[in-house]
């Protein structure tokens, strides 16, 4: 029994494995370009579909097509409506693999095993790295799929299972139970099914038992998508529940052919997989295929009032408005000199976010309503990367030498708007969360009120580009180590006698401005040679 057992769970192990090494290669091929190429042709619904099924049977998991998607729509580059092709024919393309699994592939299972391992240790080559490892990942899987399938059958032999699953041999609901239970604490449906096809070939599980189990492992695998998905808002949970709702919308309908078929005798997805072929392996493959190809067809002609359901269940939040692209897009690539334009345009909205940040903790505020800190940090965050993208992309263009000239500073004052950022948005967090003395209130009023106006300088010299406003931005930036020091002097060593956490956040809060204003006036040298380079020009 000991063996039994622990082939099956060496074989789920490797299952396991297999499936992670190919997600984990998946997401790192989903550069910028391939994200631009699946752009361009979710316009067209069928090659939206056939792109979804493909993902889905080369990942084997409908979360590597939903991490394409939603990096794709959270950056406003493809639209949820656009998108739904996509995840759920995404279901059939990863439905496949289960009639490859019960098909006997063994020595291609091996071969591809002994080719991709070599590759995948020695890691070559280099430039198909990650092919490889998804290579690498199937074979695991399928090899993973057979010692399962090794390890059930000796099952049929122990007479305490048989008669146990004699006495439940007629209950459905039971089937489907078992099936959404093994499903939503295994979480892996294809697994389990083929399993229970394995079991039901040994004769451990009847026909109908095996095809309720198939549905209950639908069903089991989107209550764990749904319970996963619990802290999510906006289209990432719109993503969610698509998958989730795509089972529990092809469940009922299939589970009502079944029962029609049982207690009716009307032919329907049972008699249609038996004269297909009269093997059984065969036979619950095809109604996994069934199911995971006809629901996707019945959806795609409901899509648009689907959505509006998403909609409704699941609306945008505002940190996805803010986390959207405005200017660039993946055609302005073909002109440089126009891209970097549009580069700055981004730019300026991130510079435009920095005074807001401190409206959070001001006691003189002048905006009556602004996003949490937080809302904006994670929004910025994701613009910022996607013209990160944007710039490297630049890159691989054919230049010249001054516009290159041009590129690597707006590289550079980019990098440098990121760390503003990060920077700006440590200082209000820990202001936000420290209590402190009225002291140490009336110091951090005076640093955040003096930021703020340094703030608002480097939006006007950004959006005026006149070299006055630049130079009076170098001008209020420049160094003053030593009158931090002093400060710092005064205040540690006064009569208000701070205590000990107070301290702390003097030295650290200080320390925050000073690189904040260090960073601004590097960002408006770096402007001002550009303003230099343009005359040459």
């Known amino acids: 029994m000991l063996e039994v057992f622990g082939t099956i769970l060496a074989g789920l192990g490797l299952f396991f494995v297999g499936v992670k090494i190919i997600s984990d290669n998946a997401k790192q091929m989903a550069s910028r370009r391939l994200r631009m190429l699946v752009s361009k042709w979710i316009n067209n619904g069928l090659l939206a579909g056939l792109g979804g099924a493909l993902s889905g049977f080369v990942t084997q998991s409908t979360s590597v097509a939903t991490f394409i998607v939603a990096s794709l729509t959270s950056s406003g580059l493809m639209t949820v409506r656009k998108a739904l092709p996509i995840i759920i024919w995404a279901n059939a393309g990863c439905s496949v693999l289960v009639l490859l699994a019960v098909l006997d592939i063994k020595y291609v299972v091996l071969f591809m095993l002994s080719i991709a391992g070599i590759c995948f240790a020695f890691d070559k080559p280099i430039k198909y790295r990650y092919g490889i490892g998804i290579l690498f990942g199937i074979g695991l899987l399928f090899y993973g799929l057979q010692m399962i399938r090794i390890g059930v059958s000796p099952l049929a032999e122990f007479g305490w299972l ?11 609901v039971l089937a489907f139970v078992v099936g959404a239970f093994l499903a939503f604490v295994s979480q892996t449906a294809i697994g389990i099914v083929i399993v229970a096809i394995t079991m039901a070939e040994a004769g451990l599980f009847s026909v109908d038992q095996t095809i309720m189990l ?9 209550i764990t998508t749904w319970f996963l998905s619990s802290g999510l808002k906006g289209t990432p949970k719109q993503l969610v529940m698509l998958q989730v709702l795509f089972n529990f919308v092809g469940a009922p309908l299939f ?17 249609l997989v038996g004269t297909i072929t009269p093997q ?4 619950m493959a095809y109604i996994v295929l069934l199911f995971n190809f006809g629901v996707p067809l019945v959806l795609s002609f409901f899509l648009n009032p689907f959505y509006k359901l998403l909609v409704r269940l699941c609306p945008p939040t505002e940190e996805e408005d803010l986390s959207k692209l405005q200017f660039i897009h993946d055609q302005a690539l073909n002109d440089p000199e126009t891209a970097m334009d549009l580069v700055e345009k981004e730019q300026l909205r991130l510079v435009k976010r920095l005074p807001g940040y401190l409206e959070n903790v001001r006691v003189e505020k002048t905006l009556t309503e602004s996003a949490g800190y937080e809302t904006v940090h994670n929004a910025s965050t994701a613009v910022a990367t996607e013209v990160q993208s944007f710039l490297t992309a630049l890159v691989d263009k054919n230049l010249s030498h001054i516009t290159s000239e041009r590129l690597l500073n ?6 440098l708007i990121i760390s503003i950022e990060d920077n700006v948005y440590q200082l209000v967090r820990t202001i936000d969360h420290t209590e402190c003395s009225v002291a140490l209130q009336k110091f951090i009023h005076n640093v955040v009120e003096g930021l703020h106006t340094i703030l608002l300088t480097i939006v006007d010299a950004m959006e005026s580009s006149e070299k006055s406003e630049v130079d009076l931005l170098i001008n209020i930036t420049e160094d003053r180590g030593d009158l931090m020091e002093k400060i710092r002097r005064i205040y540690l060593t006064s009569d208000t006698a701070l205590d000990v956490p107070d301290k702390s956040t003097l030295l650290y809060i200080t320390n925050l401005y000073e690189r904040i204003v260090w960073l601004i006036r590097r960002w408006a040298t770096l402007l001002k040679s550009v303003h230099s380079l343009d005359q040459v020009r």
């Open 410 to 415: 707006l590289q550079n004052r980019h990098s």
């Open 162 to 172: 048989q008669s146990f699953l004699y006495r439940i041999q007629d209950s459905y």
């Open 280 to 283: 059984l392996k065969e036979q």
């Open 214 to 222: 198939i549905y209950g492992v639908h069903v089991g695998s989107s």
């Open 255 to 271: 589970i009502l052919m079944f029962y029609l078929e049982v207690y009716l005798n009307v032919p329907l997805v049972k008699r």
